[in-house]
């Protein structure tokens, strides 16, 4: 059984003070959770002060993004390379806001994600649909085609370290969200692409779901046989309510 993770992406929200505060009072709500792994991202700032305080607990500490290069003359970056320095165990690539807001490309991802592996850094690779490729009935082309872009070129032992999250972009902070049967439809289509290039490793790759995951919907999420997580968004802002859907989620497993 695939061991379920749940993240927070924090997105560009909470001081380094707020944020050392938040995780304090998270773990002392999670400290005895084993069955699930628990990950949160703060802003690039926050993150040496949060991996201190998480050192030695059950929460992992993911970055929200990099560039592919290891240094250089590539102002307001950082690197894999500097994150591995403070023990950064994930990093999200691929984000819908990063796409839509800074054009980020698929080869852009490709590359990101090469540059983390390579410093031993597991990406969650972030891939979803607009609306309008919603409507037009593209969910699943498009899909396919990212993941089979952000992982060109990595071996089969390189994708079992991969998370992929499913992240309709139509769900993204609007309050709206797929519903768990629709998720799992689509995580099942992004898993068979996995099968399709890497079929050693397609059962041992982690999907979450990403797109208003709250307390009051998580169960019904983390029910479904293909989706092995979230990538929480406003919940995780808040220590009483992403602990609670660690909770929950601990429940099922």
Request: glycine share 6%.
């Amino acid at each position: 059984m695939r061991k379920p993770f749940i993240a927070g992406n924090w997105k560009m929200n909470k001081s380094v003070t707020e944020a050392k505060e938040l995780v304090s009072s998270l773990q002392k709500k999670v400290k005895d959770v084993e069955n699930v792994e628990i990950g949160v991202c703060p802003t690039a700032l926050a993150l040496s002060e949060v991996k201190n305080l998480l050192a030695d607990t059950n929460i992992k500490v993911g970055a929200q993004n990099i560039y592919w290069e290891d240094s250089g003359a590539f102002t307001g970056e950082i690197s894999a390379e500097m994150l591995a320095d403070i023990n950064i165990d994930y990093i999200i690539i691929g984000h819908s806001e990063r796409r839509q807001y800074f054009n980020e490309s698929d080869q852009d991802v490709n590359r990101k994600v090469k540059s983390a592996l390579a410093h031993q850094i597991k990406p969650i690779i972030c891939v979803g649909e607009t609306l309008t490729e919603r409507k037009s009935q593209e969910t699943e082309n498009k899909v396919r085609f990212q993941v089979k872009a952000d992982l060109a070129g990595l071996t089969a032992d390189e994708v079992k370290k991969v998370v992929i999250a499913y992240e309709p972009i139509w769900a993204i902070g609007t309050g709206e969200s797929a519903t768990a049967e629709e998720a799992n439809r689509v995580i099942g289509i992004i898993r068979d692409v996995v099968r399709d290039e890497y079929p050693q490793v397609a059962d041992k790759v982690r999907i979450q779901y990403g797109g208003s995951v709250k307390p009051h919907n998580c169960i019904e999420i983390m029910k479904q046989p293909e989706i092995d997580g979230a990538l929480v968004g406003g919940a995780s802002l808040d220590a009483a309510s992403f602990a609670e859907i660690v909770l929950k989620t601990t429940e099922l497993y």
